[in-house]
């Protein structure tokens, strides 16, 4: 009865061993030669590269300065004054028309004259006869007009009269001529200039008579009085309010040796007056 049970433990152990995926079939010899041969196989062992990092280099940074804190910024107060808008500039687009110069003035003055014979009573003339008893000096008065053109700052043309009749003799000067004028001017409101011209001079009385068209010569300062403002128009130079630009009421003096001539008498005038330029 004992081997009955001990036989029927058995089969259930193994037939339990069988269904849970066990093997208990014998080892052949064929698999036991397979098993040996494989672990006879060299196998060449893989040799690994170690890497070996380079060497790391430790900087040391330089000491850091430490800055102060900054001063508070102080803000400036903001204006808040209103902006007033200013009116619009119109630009005139007008196209100028070219300002003509006009350069012609006109002038009237005093002037005195200082004659001087160029000869003796004591001389001979011809034929014994004294050849001048009419010798001697005489200073007369009268009055100079002028009108003349300035081309522009520098050169322009001027006719001139003198008469005078005041005398101590009772004598008279004429003088009529026309002069070309250079002119320098000195800032904007003065002009020098020098009269370079031709003239016919004749005196009357008791003196030596005289009756020249000579060469004559001179020199004068001009002033303006005015101010001199610019047109709306287009100027030829920058406007200066002198020469042929200037406009308005002006003083001269001048100078002039009425007859240069070899032999003729001494024929000066000093002239004074006042000039409008147009």
Same mark, same amino acid.
């Given at each position: @009865?004992?081997?009955?049970?001990? +036989?029927?433990?058995?089969?259930?152990?193994?037939?339990?061993?069988?269904?849970?995926?066990?093997?208990?079939?014998?080892?052949?010899?064929?698999?036991?030669?397979?098993?040996?041969?494989?672990?006879?196989?060299?196998?060449?062992?893989?040799?690994?590269?170690?890497?070996?990092?380079?060497?790391?280099?430790?900087?040391?940074?330089?000491? %850091?300065?430490?800055?102060?804190?900054?001063?508070?910024? *102080?803000?400036?107060? *903001?204006?808040?004054?209103?902006? =007033?808008?200013?009116?619009?500039?119109?630009?005139?687009?007008?196209?100028?028309?070219?300002?003509?110069?006009? $350069?012609?003035?006109?002038?009237?003055?005093?002037?005195?004259?200082?004659?001087?014979?160029?000869?003796?009573?004591?001389?001979?003339?011809?034929?014994?006869?004294?050849?001048?008893?009419?010798?001697?000096?005489?200073?007369?008065?009268?009055?100079?007009?002028?009108?003349?053109?300035? !081309?522009?700052?520098?050169? $322009? %043309?001027?006719?001139?009269?003198?008469?005078?009749?005041?005398?101590?003799?009772?004598?008279? =000067?004429?003088?009529?001529?026309?002069?070309?004028?250079?002119?320098?001017?000195?800032?904007?409101?003065?002009? @020098?200039?020098?009269?370079?011209?031709?003239?016919?001079?004749?005196?009357?009385?008791?003196?030596?008579?005289?009756?020249?068209?000579?060469?004559?010569?001179?020199?004068?300062?001009?002033?303006?009085?005015?101010? /001199?403002?610019?047109?709306?128009?287009?100027?030829?130079?920058?406007?200066? $309010?002198?020469?042929?630009?200037?406009?308005? %009421? $002006?003083? !001269?003096?001048?100078?002039?040796?009425?007859? *240069?001539? +070899?032999?003729?008498?001494?024929? /000066?005038?000093?002239?004074?007056?006042?000039?409008?330029?147009?």
């Amino acid at each position: @009865m004992k081997n009955i049970k001990f +036989s029927t433990a058995l089969l259930c152990a193994v037939t339990t061993f069988g269904y849970a995926g066990g093997d208990i079939s014998p080892i052949t010899y064929y698999e036991t030669a397979d098993v040996t041969v494989a672990q006879g196989v060299y196998t060449e062992p893989v040799q690994q590269e170690v890497y070996s990092p380079a060497p790391v280099e430790v900087y040391t940074s330089t000491p %850091v300065e430490v800055v102060a804190p900054l001063a508070p910024v *102080v803000t400036s107060t *903001v204006d808040v004054t209103p902006i =007033v808008e200013s009116a619009p500039v119109v630009v005139d687009t007008t196209p100028k028309r070219n300002s003509v110069a006009n $350069g012609f003035y006109a002038g009237l003055g005093v002037a005195t004259t200082r004659y001087e014979t160029n000869c003796n009573s004591s001389s001979t003339g011809t034929l014994g006869i004294p050849g001048c008893k009419k010798s001697g000096d005489d200073i007369t008065f009268g009055a100079l007009g002028r009108v003349g053109y300035d !081309f522009n700052r520098y050169i $322009g %043309v001027e006719l001139r009269a003198l008469k005078t009749s005041l005398g101590d003799d009772g004598g008279t =000067v004429r003088h009529n001529g026309v002069f070309l004028k250079p002119m320098l001017p000195v800032g904007d409101a003065m002009n @020098m200039y020098a009269l370079v011209g031709f003239a016919k001079t004749e005196t009357q009385g008791s003196l030596q008579h005289t009756d020249a068209e000579a060469l004559a010569l001179g020199l004068g300062v001009e002033v303006d009085l005015s101010e /001199d403002h610019a047109k709306d128009a287009r100027y030829g130079r920058a406007f200066d $309010g002198a020469g042929d630009q200037e406009q308005g %009421v $002006g003083l !001269f003096v001048d100078y002039e040796r009425m007859v *240069v001539k +070899s032999g003729s008498p001494d024929l /000066d005038a000093l002239s004074a007056g006042v000039t409008y330029d147009f």
